[in-house]
T-cell receptor, first 112, second 116 residues
């Protein structure tokens, strides 16, 4: 059974820092991995999707990498801003399944 | 972007009453999902559907039923609401283009349900 872990559970950084959020998964036979952002009281917004054949995806200040062999993905946020404050979740779709496995998320606070 | 709408956005109901939440999509996506999200538990799958009248249970399906009589609508019913079902409920669809590995998940805005 796929298990997804996100460490740390919470992170507080000053504005302007470059930061890395981690997502680990136990079964490397994945189809893809998706990063989401969730603002308080809101739904999940998709940030990036990395297919199993890809190593990374970029969108603006966000860069997500995937290393299947080590069961790890990282979300890199460059030059963090207070508006980046949110919970970031990763979801893994394993081969042969249409049910994604979610991590518990990392709650990020970027303070001015 | 796939359009996905949940209704109602907020609801307060009394213990023991039936409640139905609706998820509506504007495109013909095959897979639809119902999740609940609670502090300390993260997202938990309640039920999902892989086609009209084709549904299956998730990890927390007790006390819930679903129906999908049309591709675009996926209904979640709490048979007899209890306080433990107070939660935020999210609907999701599986959507994408091209190769299946390019298919991800899109979420609705959620329904905040309070059972008193």
């Amino acid at each position: 059974k796929q298990e997804v872990t996100q460490i740390p559970a919470a992170l507080s950084v000053p504005e302007g820092e470059n930061l890395v959020l981690n997502c680990s998964f136990t079964d490397s036979a994945i189809y893809n991995l998706q990063w989401f952002r969730q603002d308080p009281g809101k739904g999940l917004t998709s940030l990036l999707l990395i297919q199993s054949s890809q190593r990374e995806q970029t969108s603006g200040r966000l860069n997500a990498s995937l290393d299947k062999s080590s069961g790890r993905s990282t979300l890199y946020i460059a030059a963090s801003q207070p508006g980046d404050s949110a919970t970031y979740l990763c979801a893994v779709r394993s081969g042969g399944s249409y049910i994604p496995t979610f991590g518990r998320g990392t709650s990020l606070i970027v303070h001015p | 972007d796939a359009g996905i709408t949940q209704s109602p956005r907020h609801k307060v109901t009394e213990t023991g009453t039936p409640v139905t939440l609706r998820c509506h999509q504007t495109e013909n996506h095959r897979y639809m999902y119902w999740y609940r999200q609670d502090p300390g538990h993260g997202l938990r799958l309640i039920h999902y559907s892989y086609g009209v009248k084709d549904t299956d249970k998730g990890e927390v399906s007790d006390g819930y039923s679903v129906s999908r009589s049309k591709t675009e609508d996926f209904l979640l019913t709490l048979e007899s609401a209890t306080s433990s079902q107070t939660s935020v409920y999210f609907c999701a669809i599986r959507a994408g283009t091209g190769d299946g590995a390019n298919y991800g998940y899109t979420f609705g805005s959620g329904t905040r349900l309070t059972v008193v």
